[in-house]
C-alpha cells in the first residue's frame, strides 16, 4: 500500500481563501487568524474570523472543511 496523496492548497487572503473553498473539498483548514481581506492588502486581527464565521454559517457557496484548526501569534485573537 502507497503513501496516501496529498493535495495542498494555500492562499494568502481571506477573498482567496473563499475562492478556493467555493471549489475544493478539504478534509483540514489550518486557518491564521490575522490575514488581509484581498491579496496584497496588510492583514486584519480578525480577517481570519471573518472567515470561519462565514463557513460556520454555512454560506451557500463555501465547502465546509471537516476540521479547522486556527492559529495566531496574538494573544488578543487567541481569546
Known amino acids: ?6 493535495d495542498l492548497k494555500s492562499a494568502s487572503s481571506v477573498a482567496a481563501a473563499g475562492a478556493t473553498l467555493e471549489s475544493h473539498d478539504f478534509d483540514l483548514l489550518i ?3 490575522n490575514l488581509p481581506m ?3 492588502e496588510s492583514p486584519v486581527k480578525d480577517g481570519g474570523m471573518r472567515l470561519l464565521r462565514t463557513i ?17 501569534e496574538f494573544a488578543d485573537l487567541f481569546k
Open 56 to 72: 460556520v454559517r454555512g454560506g451557500p457557496r463555501l465547502r465546509r472543511p471537516k476540521h479547522i484548526v486556527g492559529l495566531t
Open 31 to 33: 486557518l491564521d487568524l
Open 1 to 6: 500500500v502507497g503513501a496516501p496523496q496529498l
Open 38 to 40: 484581498r491579496d496584497g
